[in-house]
């Protein structure tokens, strides 16, 4: 790999991992259930139905029922936020470098993530959030196995 393009993948790897981890964990997130048992919590605030949330914000902005700034951040913004990740982690750690690999490691990543978000009530265990987090995530790794991007890494 050309020690300009190492350089520059390994310096913005430090910054990514610092935003993500201000996206995810930093910050208010106006927990109006601070008060629940961790149970209760988990209850009122997960969603562990697939694309429950999805096609309701994609029925917000077709019908109009919602303002387009939540869904439209919701939906790109959980794509977009491991989108890196699919650069960045075969960039990291060599040994994965096959698609299955990959998949494996992100689910654990992501669930572990998840899991934080629910016990440090930053969050909410949201099946849909890990389904787009994880498309994100393996559109960039396609993109980061492309013949195109490994010519210029070598």
Do not use: C
Request: without cysteine; positive net charge; hydrophobic residues 55%.
């Amino acid at each position: 790999m050309k020690k300009g393009y190492k350089v520059v993948l390994s310096i913005s790897f430090v910054f990514y991992l610092f935003a993500l981890m201000a996206l995810l964990f930093l910050g208010s997130r106006g927990n109006v259930w601070s008060d629940l048992s961790l149970i209760e919590y988990i209850k009122r605030s997960s969603n562990f139905v697939p694309f429950k949330t999805i096609s309701t914000y994609i029925s917000a902005i077709v019908d109009g029922s919602m303002n387009l700034d939540i869904p439209v951040k919701n939906l790109i913004g959980n794509f977009v936020m491991f989108f890196p990740m699919g650069v960045y982690l075969p960039f990291v750690m060599k040994k994965i470098n096959t698609v299955g690999l990959f998949a494996i490691s992100m689910i654990i990543l992501l669930f572990v993530i998840e899991v934080i978000q629910v016990i440090t009530r930053r969050g909410s265990f949201d099946i849909d959030d890990f389904i787009l987090n994880m498309i994100g995530a393996l559109l960039g790794f396609t993109i980061w196995k492309t013949k195109i991007v490994q010519k210029l890494l070598n």
